[in-house]
């Protein structure tokens, strides 16, 4: 039997309001009034538990100034998100993080992100970025291992785990990108590519951190192409994607996983996808940086 702490629900608070316990558990009195002041849901597994989740990925774009506009007009259009089982977040460059954070400061249902993260504490690391660091801006997710840092900076399955393990031991939840090129795809090498990503970023991670992480499958040649998966090759991958979950650390684990799909995803056809089983959310690059397009994206079913 569990016991959960007023502790653990400001940390499920503070990364989605999911806390995911294995088996049976019991609350202190201050964890009940907590729970619901911070409307944590506690989930035990099971898909319809996922929250969905739709996370802007806004690359090296956006001043200070215009981060600013777009993060007041995406929180000032969102409503309030907190009773609709899902949740934005926006993911903007580390230098307008702070501004961001306080532009959405109150907004329920809106997390702020960052685009990466040091699996170091501190020291001499030039131009890294520490999670106390993130998090001192106000971040409660991460993205780890985005095709685009695997690509240009040599991120490889051993430093995402690196980064992954840094994310959940820092209570941020960690977002971890896998996806196959075009060249694999069409060499029908994309199971095996991704099957050897999602072992490798979680690798010595114990199924009770397996249950906090947030994976986004996302194809490389749909990334920035305007080319989408079809709902049929996502799906498939998504289903296979939480079978590997499954066999790293359990069923219940696998189905309590949000597992986002990311690739050119747009007003227009994020419907279909979000339809399908193991689909729940989405990491959005171009169309999260219009807010009206991002607005759409997270009231798709509107
Ligand atoms: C991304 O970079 O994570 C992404 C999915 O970009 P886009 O939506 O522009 O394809």
Request: one cysteine or more.
């Amino acid at each position: 039997m569990r016991l959960i702490q007023y502790e653990d629900i400001l940390s499920a608070a503070r990364t989605g309001g999911k806390l995911f316990t294995d088996g049976k558990y019991m609350l202190t009195p201050l964890a009940k009034e907590a729970l619901k002041r911070h409307n944590v849901e506690i989930l035990s597994g099971g898909s319809s538990m996922r929250k969905i989740i739709i996370a802007g990925n806004w690359k090296m774009n956006m001043s200070n100034e215009d981060a600013v506009r777009l993060s007041r007009a995406v929180a000032s259009g969102l409503g309030d998100l907190s009773s609709r089982g899902r949740i934005a977040v926006m993911c903007p460059p580390f230098t307008a993080l702070s501004s961001v954070a306080s532009s959405i400061s109150g907004s329920k249902g809106l997390y702020l992100g960052a685009q990466n993260i040091f699996y170091e504490d501190k020291g001499a690391y030039t131009g890294e970025v520490s999670a106390d660091m993130l998090i001192s801006c106000g971040c409660s997710f991460c993205i780890i291992g985005h095709s685009e840092r695997r690509k240009y900076f040599g991120e490889t399955d051993e430093t995402v785990n690196k980064r992954a393990k840094k994310a959940l031991e820092k209570s941020l939840t960690p977002v971890i990108c896998v996806g196959e090129t075009l060249e694999e795809r069409e060499s029908s090498r994309a199971f095996n590519v991704v099957k050897k990503q999602i072992t490798g970023a979680l690798q010595g991670i114990s199924k009770e951190d397996i249950a906090k992480v947030v994976i986004a499958y996302e194809p490389v040649w749909a990334i920035g192409t305007g080319k989408t998966a079809s709902p049929e090759q996502a799906q498939s991958m998504h289903a296979y994607i939480r079978e590997q979950i499954a066999g790293l650390s359990d069923g219940a684990v696998a189905q309590s996983v949000s597992i986002l799909y990311g690739g050119s995803m747009n007003p227009a056809n994020v419907k279909g996808l979000l339809e399908c089983t193991d689909i729940d959310g989405g990491l959005i690059g171009g169309a999260s940086l219009k807010a009206e397009d991002f607005l759409k994206l997270v009231h798709f079913d509107d």
